[in-house]
């Protein structure tokens, strides 16, 4: 019986299977990937070993790819939860203001936006600064990718940013797969929808990231 259950629980963590997940193959949705992303997998995992930093958003790649065709010079981006992803739009748009609540992951954030002049980190809880912020910024692209908190979720984020009098061009949801986001695809019902799945490195399973344009 223990042998059993140790081969289940092996081939559990190989798979990838959770509580949303049917394996590490399939969206939350249940969808399984597109066989030319597992071509992506080794070049993944050999980064991840070699210990090589992302410069880019941590999200579906192929979300990064089309929002790299669509941010431009007069974009101003209002960010939640920072990162690398903080610089790489910093790249791309006129202004990049992000939220993050961790204060000591703010400081190695912004001592990598020294050469970024066009980019700026508010520390706080996101869900305090965001209204101020959104009123204050009217940003024409809102990424929503911060860790929910008790009172302000992904889901608050999009209600309030898609109910504003000057709503942003953009919303970018990571992580729309999960069940606790679906409302936001109701929320945004008559928004255009674009939907890309990909791998990222840690963990390696198959995610979801939405890119809503306002009509």
């Known amino acids: 019986m223990a042998i059993r259950q140790a081969l289940h629980d092996v081939a559990a963590k190989v798979v990838g299977k959770d509580s949303e997940h049917l394996s590490?193959?399939?969206?939350?949705?249940?969808?399984l990937c597109n066989p030319s992303e597992l071509l992506k997998i080794p070049v993944l995992v050999c980064s991840r070993l070699a210990g090589k930093a992302k410069n880019r958003p941590w999200?579906?790649?192929?979300?990064v790819k089309h929002l790299d065709q669509l941010l431009g010079g007069e974009d101003l981006v209002l960010e939640l939860g920072s990162g690398a992803s903080t610089a790489w739009y910093a790249r791309r748009a006129r202004r990049v203001v992000s939220l993050e609540p961790d204060s000591s992951w703010a400081e190695r954030v912004k001592a990598a936006l020294i050469d970024r002049p066009n980019a700026e980190v508010r520390v706080g809880s996101v869900g305090a600064?965001?209204?101020?912020?959104?009123?204050?910024?009217r940003p024409t692209v809102l990424?929503?990718?911060h860790s929910d908190e008790p009172r302000f979720s992904r889901v608050d984020a999009?209600?309030?940013?898609?109910?504003?009098?000057?709503a942003p061009r953009l919303i970018v949801l990571d992580d729309s797969d999960r069940t606790l986001y679906r409302p936001a695809i109701d929320i945004l019902g008559r928004w255009s929808v674009s939907r890309f799945t990909g791998f990222r490195d840690?963990?390696?399973?198959?995610?979801e990231t939405t890119v809503f344009t306002r009509n």
């Open 143 to 145: 990424i929503v990718d």
């Open 129 to 137: 600064l965001f209204t101020a912020a959104l009123r204050e910024l």
């Open 24 to 31: 590490r193959f399939h969206s939350r949705r249940g969808d």
């Open 158 to 166: 999009i209600r309030l940013a898609s109910f504003d009098d000057a």
């Open 202 to 207: 840690k963990p390696l399973r198959l995610t």
């Open 59 to 63: 999200m579906a790649p192929a979300a």
